[in-house]
């Protein structure tokens, strides 16, 4: 059974900084490709950031040079680091884990970015 659990979000002013966590439990962390979604109100979900258990990444155009997926697989733990933030960014931010069997998904945090 895998849970995840997101932390680090919170109230920041545009420009600001936030590092959200993800902390994953249940075996095979470490060749699992992890992600992060986010959904502002009244939007769809979306893909912000993704990396491969080996550690290769993708990221949205919008988030680009300014965000940042990391992993500890010692920690089985994800981050997103987030710089130069914009009012755009606030949203629930989610934590995913998509394996062949099944898609895995934390509760949210909520980033709120001030103008």
């Known amino acids: 059974q895998v849970q995840l659990v997101e932390s680090g979000g919170g109230l920041v002013q545009a420009g600001g900084s936030l590092r959200l966590s993800c902390a994953a439990s249940?075996?095979?962390?470490?060749?699992?490709?992890m992600a992060w979604h986010r959904q502002a109100l009244g939007k769809q979900r979306e893909l912000v950031a993704a990396i491969t258990g080996g550690g290769h990444t993708n990221y949205a155009d919008s988030v680009k040079g300014r965000f940042t997926i990391s992993r500890d697989n010692t920690k089985k733990t994800v981050y997103l680091q987030m710089n130069s933030l914009k009012p755009e960014d606030t949203a629930v931010y989610y934590c995913?884990?998509?394996?062949?069997?099944?898609?895995?998904w934390g509760p949210g945090t909520q980033v709120t970015v001030s103008s």
């Open positions: 995913n884990m998509p394996t062949v069997r099944n898609s895995y």
């Open positions: 249940g075996r095979l962390f470490s060749i699992n490709d």
